[in-house]
């Protein structure tokens, strides 16, 4: 039997835990942003066949205009949650690249 040698790979290293915190809050706030596109989809998606549904109904010809609204109301969740998505991960860019300064930096300059 040959014993392995596994080298370096296992010390303990230091790791600077500044950095690591910094990037797992972005990874976080890029998943939030995802998943708040991904319900304001699916609520769009819920007005839309609601919509339909209502519009459908022959039986009840005075319920097409909410069918009506919710269908309009649906293509407004979606645009409002794209526009809010774009507009998040646009303003996460810039804070990566440095053109947005932090607020803890704001709070040091009185």
């Given at each position: 039997?040959r014993?392995?040698k596994?080298g370096k790979?296992f ?7 500044s ?7 972005l990874?976080r706030t890029?998943?939030a942003?995802?998943r708040?596109?991904l ?5 769009s998606?819920?007005?839309l066949?609601?919509g339909?549904?209502?519009?459908q109904l022959k039986?009840?010809?005075?319920m097409?205009?909410?069918g009506y609204l919710?269908?309009?109301?649906s ?10 998505f774009i507009?998040l ?12 300064e932090s607020s803890?930096?704001e709070k040091e300059?009185?």
């Amino acid at each position: 039997m040959r014993r392995v040698k596994f080298g370096k790979l296992f010390t303990h290293r230091k790791i600077d835990e500044s950095i690591i915190r910094e990037h797992l809050a972005l990874e976080r706030t890029k998943l939030a942003n995802e998943r708040t596109l991904l319900s304001y989809t699916q609520a769009s998606m819920y007005f839309l066949l609601g919509g339909l549904a209502l519009i459908q109904l022959k039986e009840y010809q005075e319920m097409h205009y909410i069918g009506y609204l919710a269908l309009v109301i649906s293509v407004l969740f979606l645009t409002i949650g794209i526009w809010r998505f774009i507009v998040l991960k646009n303003k996460m860019k810039d804070l990566l690249k440095g053109k947005i300064e932090s607020s803890a930096e704001e709070k040091e300059e009185p």
